[in-house]
């Protein structure tokens, strides 16, 4: 597997000396300065690639080409954006950049309730807490129609929440879940986010289930084109949100696309934290099944509550068994290399991390710390070790 590190280009704070200290072969990254939904140029792209290479590392996989919402809804200016996204993975593909990740959620993307969530052992992690976005939902937001979206004891729970907030915990709230984690597409105000949310009205998963694959058949023939595998990654959390379509979120899911779109550049990125994130997923289990389409894997773990909460643990710690999922994974690594696939080698980083020691007082961009992210990827390191070891001593 190859360790790769995630990168938000030369103003993020954890530099591509840190990545390379950590011991990152890769670096997955994306033009961020570009997501105006404008085309991304040969140079746009060679340029952000050479400082790469200048650090010794290579650009191993493009996290993300933005997926404007007006290609999720298909409507007003969708096909100039579809055109461009297209020109952007031609541009990737030509620099040579083997793996696309991109995601297909609408309106919010990535999203966390609590950004410094005390651990025991004295961290801070990224949370979700399923009252609190509820409480935000219905009574700050006052999306029309919320109350629907709940179960009543969890509205009254919210209600309460809300009650025993102070102003700035308000703030923050709403600041953590609209204003926009890293490597979000849009960053919103909360009459924004109302419009926004009004502009899917009437849209069913089905109606967004089928855009996503009217998107894919336009897309997937320029990536095999251009050598490129395309990688979605899952909605983050797995579950509707603001009364949201999320199409990408079960196991269910992931077969429907790569059946409907059955070519092998389309394939997913295995998360195995939002996945996890359902309590009905089974991530090992996933893995095993969609392995030949798997194209990159986020490696970080959760752990989950009954109410749809959970909070992002160590990586060994949480609910996925990584020893088991990392197993999966090098066995389909040598199954390629059998099969002498050129894509043998499954890119990897470690998602996310606790914000440990010093880095609690700099300025980082959340889930994104340097310690955090050094000490999972140290750990995931020791994990490949020892089930390689296992494996060639059973082979023996």
Known sequence: MLESWRWFGPKDPVTLSHARQAGAQGIVSALHHIYDGRSWTDEDVLSHKRLIEEAGMVWSVCESIPVNSAIKLRSGA???????????????????????????????????????????????????????????DLFVLKRAHAEADYPPALVETARARLAAMSESEIATLEVNIIAGLPGKEDSHTREGIRAEIASFDGVTPEDMRANLVAFLQEVVPVAADCGVRLAIHPDDPPFSLFGLPRVVSRDADVAHLLSTVDHPSNGITLCAGS?????????????????????????????????????????LAGDVNMVSLVSVLRREEERRRRAGRADSTIPFRPDHGHLLIDDQIKTVNPGYSCIGRLKGLAELRGVIAAVDQLDQTLAA
């Open 78 to 136: 969708w096909r100039s954006y579809i055109d461009s996204w297209k020109d952007s993975l031609a541009a990737i593909g030509r620099a040579g950049i083997p793996v696309v990740c991109y995601n297909f959620m609408p309106v919010v993307d990535w999203t966390r309730t609590n950004l410094r969530f005390p651990t025991a052992t004295g961290g801070l992690a990224l949370r979700f807490d399923m009252a609190d976005f509820a409480a935000y």
């Open 275 to 315: 996945y996890g994130s359902r309590a009905d997923n089974d991530v090992v289990a996933m893995a095993r099944r969609f392995a030949e389409r798997i194209h990159f894997v986020h490696l970080r773990n959760v752990k989950t509550e009954a109410d749809g909460s959970f909070i992002e643990s160590d990586h």
